[in-house]
């Protein structure tokens, strides 16, 4: 009876989760690529933290680092343009958007039908994101895959997988856009870094890339809780889900910049002598 009940159960709960999954998506993407049902997107990301974490590190193990320029320089260049092509284009729709509160466009519209487009775009360019983190272990720099790094590429793509299958346009696309904004500027400095020590050097600016994308997460927010706003018709529930994440990304990236460039200084400030103090001596 209790195996019966069991099976009972969990079948009731495939029913229910099966449900969620294709009954509350939106039917217009329901045939896009990956966005039918997580399970490949659930793959994916297995093999990708599977290969960041364990099998790639014992693979490179004994062996010299890839040399991968070419590659490097093709992938972010590749980045710099797929990212301002959906930031140029996405900004033009939302220029018939309200800023205050978007609700979502369930007609077949043009301009419907050309968001959820490039929500879509922009979903599989979150998943051509991971390659970062491979890159990284082919070329056997292990610092550069911190806890930030991994969790920021991982919870993207499964975030912009709900977003293409539940709500594929209206308020919450601001995300994209900033985001795309975001990644011309990080992608243009890595396409630059590519090209060796000789450009390196003038690149003096990194540590602003990590305030841009601070200030990212701050508008984010700002702009997620105005639908809180009464007669915003926007899905609360994706705000409610999402913010959270936003705030977490926001305190992780401060803390990286905290400990990347602040302690930095401070410590450099200590190792100079006090030329006040050598003057009196004197």
Known sequence: MATVSYNKTLHQFYLNLNYLISSKGDPRTHDLLFVKSPLPILGILT????????????????????????????????????????????????????????????????????????????????????????????????????????????????????????????????????????????????FLAALGPSIQKYLWWKKYITMIQLIQFGMIVLHQLLIFLPGCNYPKWVTILSLPNTIAFYYLFADFYKKSYTRKNSLKSKSKPDLSKITKKK
């Open 47 to 190: 093999l990708y933290l599977l290969f960041v974490l364990k099998w790639g590190p014992e693979y490179m193990k004994n062996k010299k680092p890839y040399e991968m320029k070419n590659v490097l320089m093709i992938y972010n260049l590749t980045q710099v343009l797929c990212n301002f092509y959906m930031f140029k284009e996405t900004i033009a729709i939302w220029k018939e958007y309200s800023w205050i509160c978007q609700p979502i466009d369930t007609s077949n519209s043009e301009s419907s039908l050309t968001m959820i487009f490039y929500v879509h775009f922009y979903f599989l360019n979150k998943i051509s994101d991971l390659l970062d983190t491979v890159f990284f272990v082919l070329r056997k720099k292990q610092s550069q895959i911190s806890f930030l790094h991994v969790f920021h590429h991982t919870i993207m793509v499964v975030l912009s997988w709900i977003f293409v299958k539940y709500v594929p346009n209206g308020h919450g696309t601001f995300i994209g856009i900033v985001n795309t904004f975001v990644h011309v500027i990080l992608y243009l400095y890595y």
